[in-house]
């Protein structure tokens, strides 16, 4: 199946992009799974997890499950990784996702200048988070630092995957060879080429797998890929690229092998805030109101990419419409008018990698852009993801870029906490508004679901007038396979179900 070469070694704390996430999914099974055609929550190696009070969580693992070293998965699996994960020095992408436990913050410390400048973050006081207690072989306990409702959804995410012994041993050993506890195990991987895994026997989940493995091959173009599976040399594509989509081409290229269905995401623009030319909100606004998102979903997606009426997807619980307002809509005449009161000095460079198919929707919107403002715009295209995502986390981007996202787990919480809080996950342009943490943070500790995301809308309001990032268009998607492919379903994170697909030769 098509796949992008991982960013990082294949550890789930540190995965936090497409590329090299789907292969964790593969590798891992976490406390949740997530149903894969609604993403109900329901529990996967977990056989319990109980609360009285939404702050105090005692988890209690089914039997039987195995790494794919035969070592059992405990407790302490997954309290030890849920440390590793959270230590700052150790560089986790994905520490902040523990951020609700006690005792977080006193096993994490922040850079105080940035990452540009030349203080650097202090030892944390604590290498273990107080919230976290093995109770016995089979069951742990997780305090919060204050009563978190979304915390049992949140579990079903690859960053609080188990880790074994091994991990701790030997880190090189296992990143050169990953072990999981999840349906298929590491076989191989080759840069630029392939990661290649294979069915793990003695997994207890349900349904087992009924294909012997999977190659994710990595293409340099989603067009190439494309080509494959109608040539059946391929066996599945996620995202059809725009050249297949164009007519409904697709359609007659994958006659009876091809689904269109809408997931949970949301096309984005990022801005690198720590970019002094890019800190004017007026400016961002000005941006946003030069794009026309309708234009771009006919001319390129066929109507088949709603545009983007606020900063969380269609279908999430929590989800209100149309929270952006006018922000979003084309105001080409208020847009030039903001933007020349602004004094930027252009040209406007938007930026992505070459090797996903977005390369004519963002031509497009650049477009749209330079008649809208007068100002010049261009596309200036990275080669792989990879690259465009060690740039992004090293800080380096000085241009306007390409920053989808699809949701971790099914919750409002998760469009807004990892990318526009301070020091979240995913907050890869380095917003910071402590009004806005400050309203999180309330929305995180209300007693209810429902008052929780009452608060995260009222949160998304005060986001988008800051404009951090631009959402151009909620993501739906036309996925394509080959004639083996049998039983193909394809979840709302936009991944094929490898638990219920079946090969014919």
């Not at 035969?70 to 407790?75: D, L, M, Q």
């Not at 040399?233 to 092998?257: H, K, M």
Request: net charge negative.
């Amino acid at each position: 199946m098509n796949g992008t070469e991982p960013e990082n070694p294949l550890v789930p704390g540190n995965t936090n992009e497409t590329g090299g996430g789907k292969i964790i999914d593969a590798l891992f099974s976490p406390l949740v799974e997530y149903d894969p055609q609604t993403a109900q929550p329901a529990n996967m190696v977990a056989e319990s997890i109980e609360t009285s009070d939404s702050r105090v969580y005692t988890i209690r693992l089914k039997e039987g499950w195995t790494f794919h070293d035969g070592s059992p998965v405990t407790a302490q699996s997954f309290v030890r990784a849920w440390n590793y994960t959270a230590y700052s020095p150790n560089g986790q992408q994905n520490s902040s996702f523990f951020s609700q436990i006690q005792g977080f913050d006193q096993v994490h410390t922040v850079d105080p200048d940035g990452t540009a400048g030349p203080q650097t973050a202090p030892q944390p006081a604590a290498q273990e988070m107080s919230g976290l207690r093995v109770v016995d072989d089979r069951t742990f306990e997780v305090t919060l630092s204050a009563p978190f409702a979304v915390f049992p959804t949140m579990l079903g995410y690859r960053a609080f995957s188990p880790l074994p012994d091994v991990f701790f041993a030997d880190q090189a050993a296992f990143e050169a060879n990953p072990i999981g506890n999840g349906p298929f195990r590491f076989i191989s991987r080759q840069p630029g080429v392939n990661v290649v895994v294979e069915r793990y026997e003695p997994w207890p989940g349900a349904p087992k797998p009924s294909i012997s493995g999977v190659e994710f091959r990595f293409y340099e173009s989603a067009e190439a890929a494309y080509a494959d599976v109608v040539a059946n040399n391929l066996d599945f594509i996620e995202v059809i690229p725009p050249s297949g989509i164009a007519g409904n081409l697709y359609q007659t290229d994958l006659a009876n092998r091809s689904v269109s269905r809408t997931f949970l995401g949301v096309q984005r623009l990022g801005f690198p805030l720590y970019d002094p030319r890019f800190q004017n909100p007026q400016l961002r606004q000005a941006i946003s109101m030069a794009i026309d998102r309708e234009a771009v979903n006919q001319q390129i997606f066929n109507g088949t990419r709603p545009p983007a009426d606020g900063l969380v997807a269609p279908d999430v619980p929590g989800r209100v419409a149309n929270q952006c307002g006018e922000l979003c809509t084309y105001q080409p005449e208020r847009a030039r008018q903001m933007f020349e009161a602004t004094g930027f000095q252009g040209p406007i460079e938007l930026t992505s990698n070459a090797d996903s198919g977005n390369a004519e929707w963002i031509q497009a919107a650049c477009v749209s852009i330079s008649n809208a403002l007068g100002v010049q715009c261009t596309f200036v295209p990275v080669p792989t993801f990879g690259e465009i995502r060690s740039a992004i986390n090293a800080r380096q981007m000085n241009d306007i870029y390409r920053s989808s996202w699809v949701a971790d787990y099914p919750s409002i919480e998760n469009f807004l906490n990892p990318l526009y809080r301070t020091g979240g996950a995913t907050n890869d342009g380095e917003y910071s508004n402590p009004a806005v943490d400050a309203l999180l943070a309330r929305a995180d500790a209300a007693p209810s679901v429902e008052e929780s995301n009452a608060l995260y809308q009222e949160a998304e309001r005060m986001i988008i007038q800051d404009m951090p990032a631009i959402p151009v268009y909620f993501q739906s998607f036309q996925a394509g396979w080959s004639e083996r492919l049998q039983t193909v379903t394809v979840t709302p994170f936009r991944e094929l179900d490898l638990e219920s697909v079946t090969v014919s030769e």
